[in-house]
Antibody, heavy 120, light 107 residues
Framework: QVQLQESGPGLAKTSETLSLTCTIS????????WSWIRQPAGKGLQWIGR???????NYNPSLKSRVTMSVDTSKNQFSLKLSSVTAADTAIYYC??????????????WGQGTLVTVSS | EIVMTQSPATLSVSPGERATLSCRAS??????LAWYQQKPGQAPRLLIY???TRATGVPARFTGSGSGTEFTLNISSLQSEDFAVYSC?????????FGQGTKVETK
């Protein structure tokens, strides 16, 4: 079955750019759209954005000015860049597959998540 | 954006007992709601979509109900592996939004 694995630095410096990659195994990245979701400690989940393998993207308006997502179909990977990070961006970051059913969509499966800490 | 509110924040239940979790949307989302289970160090797991459809492999003791703005997740007889955090997510509009989660702990 499809499995996802996040990778990237666990530490980012304040005002710099956080970069993460999600590698998909057991299936093709072309089969779906893909999302990034994060969860600060003790808080709820926040959807960051999604992308299609065509390159089309949708971002959360609250993060849109700082988010860039990209895809590398040859490696079955997609990536997240979040610029100008602050301590408020410290969170567990998850990647997930979008499951779309005639409009509504949910997330399944998810990666294990990776903790990114922002510090000066 | 649609705000999702879950209650209670923490639910203390004895094994074998029933647990009832609530999720409220700030506006109508029809039946476009999903539930997830989260355990520390593990990937979130999809339990329910379409408010009441169990995902593949989810035991029948998990039941989702509701429509519009009020939704419920029932766990009929809690097993040891069910103690976890449960989050709801509206699948109706973008951006997708989640509730703050309900922690189900052992009483």
């Amino acid at each position: 079955q499809v499995q996802l694995q996040e990778s990237g630095p666990g530490l980012a410096k304040t005002s710099e750019t956080l970069s993460l990659t999600c590698t998909i195994s057991g299936g093709s990245i072309r089969s779906s759209s893909w999302s990034w979701i994060r969860q600060p400690a003790g808080k709820g989940l926040q959807w960051i954005g999604r992308m299609y393998t065509s390159g089309s993207t949708n971002y959360n308006p609250s993060l849109k000015s700082r988010v860039t997502m990209s895809v590398d179909t040859s490696k079955n990977q997609f990536s997240l860049k979040l610029s100008s990070v602050t301590a408020a961006d410290t969170a567990i970051y998850y990647c997930a597959r979008d499951v779309v059913m005639a409009g509504p969509s949910w997330f399944d499966p998810w990666g294990q998540g990776t903790l990114v800490t922002v510090s000066s | 954006e649609i705000v999702m509110t879950q209650s209670p924040a923490t639910l203390s239940v004895s094994p074998g007992e029933r647990a009832t979790l609530s999720c409220r949307a700030s506006q109508s989302i029809s039946s476009n709601l999903a539930w997830y289970q989260q355990k520390p160090g593990q990937a979130p797991r999809l339990l329910i979509y379409g408010a009441s459809t169990r995902a593949t492999g989810v035991p029948a003791r998990f039941t989702g109900s509701g429509s519009g703005t009020e939704f419920t997740l029932n766990i009929s007889s809690l097993q040891s592996e069910d103690f976890a955090v449960y989050s709801c997510q509206q699948c109706h509009t973008w951006p997708r939004t989640f509730g703050q989660g309900t922690k189900v702990e052992t009483k």
